[in-house]
């Protein structure tokens, strides 16, 4: 070790690595999680959507063991397996349209990286449209995609090339007067018409709900309008439910409230409760234009990851899940709702299912965005045990991820927290 190092923690990169608090953890399980020092903590980000099924799920645990006992890694390049196929066919079953081809790789931004790359390749076109607010990943390309916050950017030009974005369908900060799906739309067509000329276009790149920008929900038609825009351009749909998917917003996918089907369909975090795997969803047609070999890596589609994530979707299948997360989504925002009444700071409550959050302003203004409210809320939480995050280009949201399977008595624990925390922070 090349200096003295007091504190271990220190060793584990900070602070390139954002970290929440700065507590140890030991152990988890269900909606809980257990600190180092024996704390127990309520937990309302679930690895930021990627435990859906709750900590230490027994069957998913279980599918897990039993796979590491027979193979842990089988490189896709080599070989098929079973759990790959068997996995394929149930994420082509849940993704809407007719899906057939699914490749693995090991994480979000992965997963846009390789969807890009066959919108190129099978449209033979450069440019991709993303919108602005949007998160896809840290990678260099994903970061030329993502703009929900500069710190994700800054001081990382240049950027990929051939990256255009437009303004994302934000209904509650649409300008005065203007129609959000409209307004959303008249902006797309002015990059086709200033920026790119639309038969460069490979791929127009959505997530069906902004997760790190704020958990903001466009418009059905603004998600229709896209659809129609990519057909009418050539260009492919890739919706990233990477945040979104996997049963979070009370649908297998999010995409399904809007009644539209993509071209290519990214997911990750909780297709495998916590093992790392992402899949990008597509279909033959599209594949089938790919050059053999242009995509791919060593560790996409780890075995013991392919095993979790059929044990998931059977565990969240055979328990209701998806549905648990649309009828406990409904009461927390209601709760939210209610109250909204007494506290002018909660300027909007949105959200679908499990994947909702409250946007904080400064009383009597213009929606000014009210950051400094967001963090004592999240403090207020945190001294209780619960761990809640924020989000929002302004940092002046906060969200919630319970686990899917969140049973009626930990959810009203958190809505208590979480009310007790408001009215502090609106007194002090
Ligand atoms: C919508 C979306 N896309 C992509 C990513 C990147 O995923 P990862 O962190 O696994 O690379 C995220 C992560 O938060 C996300 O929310």
């Not at 790119?196 to 059905?220: N, R, S, Y």
Request: hydrophobic share 40%; aromatic share 8%.
């Amino acid at each position: 070790m090349s200096v003295a190092v007091q504190d271990k923690k220190q060793l584990v990169v900070p602070p390139p690595q954002g970290r929440s608090t700065g507590i140890t953890v030991d152990h988890a399980e269900g909606s809980w999680f257990y600190t180092s020092d024996g704390e127990k903590w309520l937990d309302m980000v679930m690895g930021i959507a990627v435990v859906n099924t709750g900590y230490s799920h027994p069957k998913v645990l279980a599918a897990a063991q039993a796979q590491m006992e027979k193979m842990v890694h089988a490189q896709m390049a080599l070989f098929y397996n079973q759990p790959a196929m068997d996995l394929a066919e149930k994420v082509c079953e849940i993704v809407p349209g007719n899906m057939d081809r699914v490749l693995y790789a090991n994480s979000g931004a992965e997963a846009v990286e390789n969807a890009v790359k066959l919108a190129k390749q099978a449209t033979r076109r450069p440019a991709t449209i993303a919108f602005q607010g949007a998160f896809h990943g840290r990678t260099h390309l994903t970061m030329a995609l993502t703009c929900s916050k500069t710190i994700y950017r800054g001081h990382f030009e240049p950027l990929a090339g051939g990256i255009f974005h437009s303004p994302y369908c934000y209904p509650y900060r649409t300008p005065r007067g203007e129609d959000p799906t409209d307004w959303a739309l008249s902006r797309l067509d002015f990059v086709l018409r200033s920026q790119i000329v639309p038969d460069d276009v490979a791929a127009i790149l959505v997530e069906p709900i902004q997760g790190e920008g704020g958990f903001v929900v466009p418009t059905k038609e603004f998600m229709q309008a896209l659809r129609k825009k990519a057909d009418e351009i050539g260009a492919l749909l890739i919706i990233d439910e990477i945040q979104a998917g996997m049963g979070r917003t009370g649908k297998w996918f999010c995409h399904e409230y809007c009644d539209v089907t993509a071209d290519i369909v990214t997911i990750a975090k909780g297709i495998a409760s916590g093992f790392p795997l992402s899949a990008i969803v597509s279909r033959a047609d599209i594949y089938d234009k790919h050059s053999p070999g242009s995509l791919g890596g060593t560790f996409g589609g780890n075995l013991v990851s392919l095993a979790a994530g059929i044990a998931t979707i059977d565990a969240m299948r055979d328990e209701g899940m998806v549905e648990n997360a649309a009828r406990q989504g409904e009461k927390l925002r209601a709760a939210l709702r209610d109250l909204q009444k007494d506290y002018p700071q909660m300027g909007e409550v949105r959200g679908l299912g499990l994947m909702d959050a409250v946007e904080f302003v400064v009383p009597g203004t213009n929606k000014e965005p009210n950051a400094s409210f967001a963090k004592k809320v999240i403090g207020e939480c945190v001294k209780h045990k619960m761990l809640i995050l924020g989000c929002g280009y302004y940092d002046n949201c906060v969200r919630f991820l319970p686990a899917l399977n969140i049973t009626d008595a930990d959810l009203d624990t958190a809505i208590g927290i979480f009310s007790d925390a408001v009215k502090v922070a609106a007194a002090s």
